[in-house]
């Protein structure tokens, strides 16, 4: 792997400056850099070369102390991701510290953050779907938000680059609310998610149950290798079988010469010139040093995460945008949503007792959303929908925990021989997006640099509520319906922010008035600023975003170069 050039001089200007190097910054900075611009970009923390600073990426679990679980003095600098359940010995380096970056819950909110190079695009579950016009048009038909200023013709030919490139592996099904992608060949249902997708499919007619959508790949694709299924994917994949920031973009980007990464450098601001009414540039602190360094360029992409991005936002204030880059219409770190998680049900399958499965596939089943979607599918419960996601697996060794056996025989039996099958299904339901659901600057709450950090207050409402509800219905109706047996459904209540998916809070809109940023993902007030990751959502779907937010990126840097090529920026 070539070296990454972070050789970035103090006062340096530059073509464009990219804003964090995640999932969207890498995006924006392999395309700006394949234009032929000279882009820096600004990663928070340290570098993270793939394979190179895979530190972990062959380790067992077996191999770690205390089953790899934090230490004590690793839970007070993780006390907010530890939450989440994912963090442990082995991948808790790309996980942020809490205790240097604290938030202020109004109401509980969990917010889990990745400061390294590649962001979130290490530990992120690869789950890709296209969103639909029945998720573009939804605000404008039930009215909660602002209408979206896309739609799915805007942003589809950009799916299909950024799938081309990507490496989406799945299987078509030509269904009008989940539009099929530009598709690698699918990974394998098991035998027993054979039988239950048959079994549900003939008993709920207009439902589906097909294997996941994953940014994994099952050939190899563009000099990178093919999933080997051992399912180690959060300590970073050797083989570039998955996409990441690390393994596909920001290499791309490299390869032109054209990029600079500067590590440990925190976006304090965007600096606006209201004399040339646009910006000029970022003020950055450099993380070990706590300097303060400005870099300047013709057009910025702030893509430092749904959160931080509104964070920089707000602290980029100027005669012209006093209260905040952009905030012309109040709606600046509003209609904060999540998806909700964690609802559904389980259960023992008895058939295929003499089969197994091979390797660890890291990929499960997923159940498209199946109302709301024409007339025949309304309900009166709530708007918008949900899909499921989940999986069948046997049962290993760590079934004994729950067992009242003990001794040699016991022992030995766990290990010789699988467990029953299990079968599970979790759903995922759309937020809506309310403006009191928001962010602010907390003043009196400073980071370790002295900066103000974020106070969140939002929560899940009667919609979400109402859908929840009819998820754990569904689930344990559908599995039921499918033969399992001793069969639990689950609501495990939970806050905002465990769907790791937060979006919103400096949305696209149609008018300068009730939005944040236009069509384009440009600020209104500052064209050549461009906001690509999740703060620029005006709703949630109950699909994964990370796809759309690669398209939109792709897309809004596209049309970056273009104005630049015509002096417009």
Known sequence: MANFNIDAKKDMTYDAI??????????????????????????????????????????????????????????????????????????KQYYANDAENPYTEVKPFLWVRSHNMGGRSLQWGKQTYRWSDLDFEANAKDGHGVDWPIRYRDIEPWYTYVEKFAGISGEALG?????DSHFLPPMELNCVEKDIKARIEKDFPGRHMIIGRVAHLTVPHNGRGQCQSRNKCGLGCPYGAYFSSNAVTLPAANDT?????????????????????????????????????????????????????TQI??????????????????????????????????????????????????????????????????????????????????????????EESFGADFKDNLMKDPGPWEFFITGFAECLPYHDNKVTLDTDNLDKWGQPTLAIDCEFKENEKALNAQ?????????????????????????????????????MGRDPK??????????????????????????????????TYMALTARAAHHAI????????
């Open 18 to 91: 990219v804003i964090g190097s995640g999932i969207s910054g890498g995006w924006a900075a392999k395309e700006l850099c394949e234009a032929g611009l000279k882009t820096l970009v600004l990663e928070r923390g340290r570098i993270v070369q793939h394979i190179k600073d895979y530190d972990t990426m062959n380790d067992e679990p077996w191999t770690y102390p205390n089953g790899g679980s934090l230490t004590p003095e690793d839970r007070k600098t993780h006390y907010k991701a530890i939450r989440t359940g994912f963090i442990g010995q082995s991948n």
């Open 175 to 179: 269904l009008p609310q989940l539009p």
């Open 257 to 309: 010469g054209n990029l600079t990464i500067r590590p440990y450098s925190i976006a304090q601001s965007i600096i606006y010139d209201d004399q040339k009414g646009k910006a000029t540039g970022v003020r950055v602190i450099d993380a070990e040093t706590g300097d303060m360094i400005e870099y300047h360029a013709r057009i910025i992409f702030c893509n430092a995460s749904a959160l931080s991005s």
């Open 313 to 402: 936002l707000m602290n980029s204030t100027s005669d012209r945008h006093p209260n905040g880059l952009g905030n012309d219409s109040g709606e600046l770190g509003h209609n904060l949503m999540d998806h909700t998680y964690r609802i559904g049900a389980l259960g023992k399958f008895d058939g295929h007792q003499d089969k197994y499965y091979k390797g660890r596939r890291p990929n499960g089943i997923y159940i498209p959303r199946y109302w709301n979607v024409d007339e025949k599918t309304q309900s009166d419960k709530f708007v918008r929908g949900f899909g499921f996601q989940g999986g069948a697996h046997r049962l290993g060794w760590g079934r004994g925990a729950n």
């Open 471 to 507: 998820i754990r219905v569904d689930a344990r109706e559908m599995l039921e319906k499918a033969g399992l047996k001793d069969i639990v459904d689950f609501n495990q209540e939970h806050e905002p922010g465990y769907g790791i998916h937060e979006m919103g809070t400096a949305r």
């Open 514 to 547: 009730t939005s944040v940023l236009n069509k384009w993902n440009q600020v209104h007030g500052a064209e050549n600023v461009f906001v690509t990751d999740g703060a620029c959502m005006t709703s949630s779907s109950c699909v994964n975003p990370s796809l």
């Open 562 to 569: 273009d104005e630049l090529n015509k002096q417009n920026l």
